[in-house]
């Protein structure tokens, strides 16, 4: 066996349909979508979960919970680990962090410290909201936890 002598196994590769090449190429005159009807036409066919006019499968199973995100808080969240890339001591709050491109847009009910990542330098930072993991790593190294 040599590289020159290499090819597929029997049956393993076949040759692609060309449709719609004459009646002796076995897929000619409708290429395989039969008389007329729904699917022989151009963008023909049906929806994905379409029952032919029954009641669809997931219109029958009961709808669960309901999540209100009208009044849902988002609040804009940086973790402690981001906050190592400002010099020691700074004060960082939302405006800062929204002028250094580390939060996309500012949020109207503030910013929230999120506790993921390590922090070496003493930072005055101001929030609305701490998780605990957070409030405590920046105690650690000597730094301060402002709430608005």
Same mark, same amino acid.
């Given at each position: 066996?040599? @590289?020159?002598? @290499?090819?597929? &196994? ?25 008389? /007329?009807?729904? =699917? &022989? %036409? ?7 979960? +379409?029952?032919?006019? =029954? ?12 999540? =209100? /995100? =009208?009044?849902?808080? %988002? ?8 906050? #190592? &890339?400002? $010099? ?7 405006? !800062?962090?929204?002028?250094?491109? +580390?939060?996309?847009?500012?949020? $109207?009910?503030?910013?929230?410290? @999120?506790?993921?990542?390590? @922090?070496?330098?003493? !930072?005055?930072? %101001?929030?609305? /909201? +701490?998780?605990?993991?957070?409030? $405590? ?8 936890? $402002? #709430?608005?």
């Amino acid at each position: 066996m040599e @590289l020159g002598n @290499l090819k597929p &196994a029997e049956g393993a590769t076949t040759k692609k349909a060309r449709v719609g090449r004459g009646i002796g190429s076995g897929i000619g005159k409708t290429s395989g979508k039969g008389h /007329k009807g729904q =699917n &022989a %036409r151009s963008g023909g066919g049906v929806r994905p979960g +379409f029952e032919g006019g =029954n009641i669809p499968m997931i219109r029958k199973i009961p709808m669960r919970g309901f999540n =209100n /995100k =009208n009044f849902s808080k %988002r609040y804009a969240c940086v973790n402690v680990g981001d906050l #190592e &890339a400002f $010099e020691a001591n700074a004060v960082i709050d939302q405006d !800062l962090l929204y002028a250094t491109r +580390f939060i996309g847009k500012r949020s $109207e009910y503030g910013l929230k410290i @999120l506790g993921d990542g390590e @922090l070496t330098k003493p !930072l005055t930072v %101001r929030a609305k /909201k +701490f998780t605990k993991q957070a409030r $405590e790593k920046i105690e650690k190294v000597g730094g301060k936890v $402002e #709430e608005l």
